[in-house]
């Protein structure tokens, strides 16, 4: 089983939807993170926590809201989709210790038409 | 401001040897870290550099110089597996923020 589960795996909804994209780990790390992903913009940072009660904006924030349910368990919502947030996106999780690298999910196709 | 630089697209022959390069330019620097991604997939960690110098791992390594604000991956002995997108990114200060930026990647294709 993958340490990194990202739900659903594809998705195509229509504009003004609400969508929720699920990531949980059983990787034991303490940190997670949401990204996007677009062609010749490479993985821009939306959401990450360090903890449960620990949530921070990134990047591209706007649009976008997020919930740390469980140490295990952080959600991307769309409150209302709009066709340019339709991109690949990765859940990731760190250790947080120095040389540690962050682990990535293995993704959700968002398509907004 | 951020800036990380990697070339777009580059060609090699099965068995070469390719060379891909970042440079960067953040406002902090507490390490740098190269991925792979096969299209459509997760990117995986390949290597971390912190120091100046080389880091040996199998057919790949990397290299920094800080002060030059410069990295490169090194492939040997190129497979065709080998055929996938590599991401420089770097962490900046202070290291407890974990926050990665990424460069737009180099998709690297492997010919027969």
């Known amino acids: 089983d993958a340490d990194v589960t990202q739900t659903p795996r594809n998705r195509i909804t229509k504009t003004g939807k609400r969508i929720m994209l699920e990531c949980s780990q059983t990787?034991?790390?303490?940190?997670m993170y949401w990204y996007r992903q677009d062609p010749g913009l490479g993985l821009r940072l939306i959401y990450y926590?360090?903890?449960?009660?620990?949530?921070n904006k990134g990047e591209i924030s706007d649009g976008y809201s997020v919930s740390r349910q469980a140490q295990a368990k952080f959600s991307l919502s769309l409150e209302s989709a709009i066709p340019n947030q339709t991109a690949l996106y990765f859940c990731?999780?760190?250790?947080?210790?120095?040389?540690?690298?962050?682990?990535f999910g293995d993704g959700t196709r968002l398509s907004i038409l | 401001g951020q800036n990380i630089d990697q070339p777009t697209e580059m060609t090699a022959t099965e068995g070469a040897i390719v060379q891909i390069n970042c440079t960067y330019q953040?406002?902090?620097?507490?390490?740098l870290f190269w991925y792979q991604q096969h299209a459509g997939e997760a990117p995986t960690f390949l290597s971390y550099?912190?120091?100046?110098g080389l880091e040996e791992k199998g057919r790949f390594s990397s290299f920094l110089s800080r002060s030059k604000g410069y990295s490169y991956l090194l492939l040997k002995e190129l497979q065709m597996k080998d055929s996938a997108s590599y991401l420089c990114?770097?962490?900046?200060?202070?290291?407890?923020?974990?926050?990665?930026?990424f460069g737009t990647g180099t998709r690297l294709q492997v010919f027969p």
């Open positions: 990731a999780t760190s250790a947080g210790q120095v040389a540690q690298p962050q682990h």
């Open positions: 953040t406002s902090g620097f507490n390490g």
């Open positions: 550099n912190v120091l100046d």
């Open positions: 990787k034991g790390h303490d940190r």
């Open positions: 990114a770097v962490r900046e200060r202070p290291y407890n923020t974990d926050k990665l930026i």
């Open positions: 926590s360090f903890d449960v009660k620990d949530i």
